[in-house]
């Protein structure tokens, strides 16, 4: 009897299997990106509000 060596589990979305390993790749990769303050988050929304209105 062969026993599978790596196990996807659907740690993401559903239907698509993924490793853990990668999973954890992703949240490393995300947790190196650009993270800002509360004030800054809503600055750029309202700019960005502004820009679609027109």
Do not use: C, H, Y
Not at 16 to 25: G, I, N, R, T
């Amino acid at each position: 009897m062969k026993t599978a060596k790596e196990k996807p589990k659907n740690l993401a979305t559903p239907g698509k299997p993924m490793l853990q390993e990668d999973f954890v790749s992703l949240i490393k990769e995300a947790e190196a990106g650009e993270f800002l303050s509360l004030e800054e988050s809503e600055k750029r929304f309202k700019e960005w509000r502004l820009q679609r209105k027109k």
